[in-house]
């Protein structure tokens, strides 16, 4: 399984970005795809996930109302809608898969990660 993130940049405050996630190597028409995000210093943290099979989704409060996520079964790739950009915003955002939706929101539980994708939002 590879996964390829791509769509970070730099932009300003109250800008937008979409960020893609394809996946490769087997077919996905099962299993979960979540987006997380790890800042200067910090923890990776939970941004959002979507299950393949329904389209289920789960959005951080963090994000909440500015960030969607969406998926395209025929293309194997989910996109992370980031509207209303802030400064603490910033950080590498990586795609990761895993096979259940049960605690969707711990990094542990996923098996493959992308190479991640930065994003930067000036104030």
């Known amino acids: 399984v590879q996964l390829q993130a791509s769509g970070g940049g730099l932009v300003q405050a109250g800008g937008s970005l979409r960020l893609s996630c394809a996946a490769s190597?087997?077919?996905?028409?099962?299993?979960?795809m979540g987006w997380f995000r790890q800042g200067p210093g910090k923890e990776r943290e939970f941004v959002a996930a979507?299950?393949?099979?329904?389209?289920?989704?789960y959005i951080a409060d963090s994000v909440k109302g500015r960030f969607t996520i969406s998926s395209d079964s025929a293309k194997n790739t989910v996109y992370l809608q980031m509207n209303s950009l802030k400064p603490e915003d910033t950080a590498v955002y990586y795609c990761?898969?895993?096979?259940?939706?049960?605690?969707?929101?711990?990094?542990?539980?996923?098996?493959?990660w992308g190479q991640g994708t930065q994003v930067t939002v000036s104030s």
């Open positions: 979507i299950r393949w099979s329904d389209r289920l989704t």
């Open positions: 990761a898969t895993r096979s259940s939706w049960v605690t969707v929101t711990r990094p542990s539980g996923y098996g493959y």
């Open positions: 190597g087997r077919t996905f028409s099962s299993g979960v």
